[in-house]
C-alpha cells in the first residue's frame, strides 16, 4: 500500500531564510506524481508544486522547489526567502493512475519575524 | 471563474439527524473526491467518483453515502450512522489525464 511520512509536526523559520520540509512515499507504481500543498487557517488547500515520477529534472515554482531523489523516495519541499505569510499546514501527497491521492500528516510551518 | 463550490461553509446539526453537504464543479472534470480532515491532521478519503453514476469507497466511507447523478455535482450525505461526523470536510476534482487535484474551500461541519 502507498504510504506518504511528513517525520516533523512542526517547523520554525526566521523570515527571510530558506527552509525545508521532508516528505518521504511508498509505492509500488512505475507512474505517479507527488504534491505539495499549502493549507492556511482558512482551510483552503492551496496547490504549490508538481513533480512526476519521470521528471528528470526538479520541479520550482517561485520561492518553492520540489528537492526529488527517486531512489531514496523522497520529495522534500524548499521554500526560499520565507514570509510570515508562508506559515500554515504544508502537506505533501502522492496521486497515482488510479485516481487516488494519498496525503501525508503535514507539518505546521511557523514564520518568526 | 472555473472552480469547485462547497456550501455551507459551516454547518451545525443535532446528533442523530442526516445531512447532506454540496459540491458543485464547473471544470468539466470527470473525478470528484471527498475528503475529511480533523484538527491536526491528514486528509483521509471518504469515497471518490471517476465518471457519472459511479463511484467507490475510499478508506473511511462507513456512516457516509454518496450520489454522482451529474458530472457537476457530488454531494456526501453524513448520516447517523458516523459515529464522530463532527470534521472539516473538502472535495476536489480532478481531470482525466491529470494528477492534480483542485480543492473546493471545504465545509466545517458540527454535530452536538
Known amino acids: 500500500a502507498q504510504k506518504i511520512t511528513q517525520t516533523q509536526p512542526g517547523m520554525f523559520v526566521q523570515e527571510k531564510e530558506a527552509v525545508t520540509l521532508d516528505c518521504t512515499y511508498d509505492?509500488?507504481?512505475?507512474?505517479?506524481?507527488l504534491f505539495w500543498y499549502k493549507q492556511p487557517s482558512s482551510g483552503e488547500m492551496i496547490f504549490l508544486i508538481y513533480?512526476?515520477?519521470?521528471?528528470?529534472q526538479n520541479a520550482t515554482e517561485g520561492r518553492y522547489s520540489l528537492n526529488f531523489q527517486k531512489a531514496r523516495k523522497s520529495a522534500n519541499l524548499v521554500i526560499s526567502a520565507s514570509q510570515l505569510g508562508d506559515s500554515a499546514m504544508y502537506f505533501c501527497a502522492m496521486g497515482r493512475n488510479n485516481n487516488d491521492m494519498r496525503f501525508g500528516a503535514g507539518t505546521r510551518l511557523t514564520v518568526k519575524p | 471563474d472555473g472552480g469547485i463550490t462547497q456550501s455551507p461553509k459551516y454547518l451545525f446539526r443535532k446528533e442523530g439527524q442526516n445531512v447532506t453537504l454540496s459540491c458543485e464543479q464547473n471544470?468539466?472534470?470527470?473525478?470528484m473526491y471527498w475528503y475529511r480532515q480533523d484538527p491536526g491532521q491528514g486528509l483521509r478519503l471518504i469515497y471518490y467518483s471517476q465518471i457519472v453514476n459511479d463511484f467507490q469507497k475510499g478508506d473511511i466511507a462507513e456512516g457516509y453515502s454518496v450520489s454522482r447523478e451529474k458530472k457537476e455535482s457530488f454531494p456526501l450525505t453524513v448520516t447517523s450512522a458516523q459515529k464522530n461526523p463532527t470534521a472539516f470536510y473538502l472535495c476536489a476534482s480532478r481531470d482525466r489525464g491529470n494528477f492534480e487535484q483542485y480543492f473546493g474551500p471545504g465545509t466545517r461541519l458540527t454535530v452536538t
Open positions: 513533480q512526476g515520477s519521470y521528471d528528470q
Open positions: 509505492t509500488s507504481d512505475p507512474s505517479y506524481g
Open positions: 471544470l468539466n472534470h470527470d473525478a
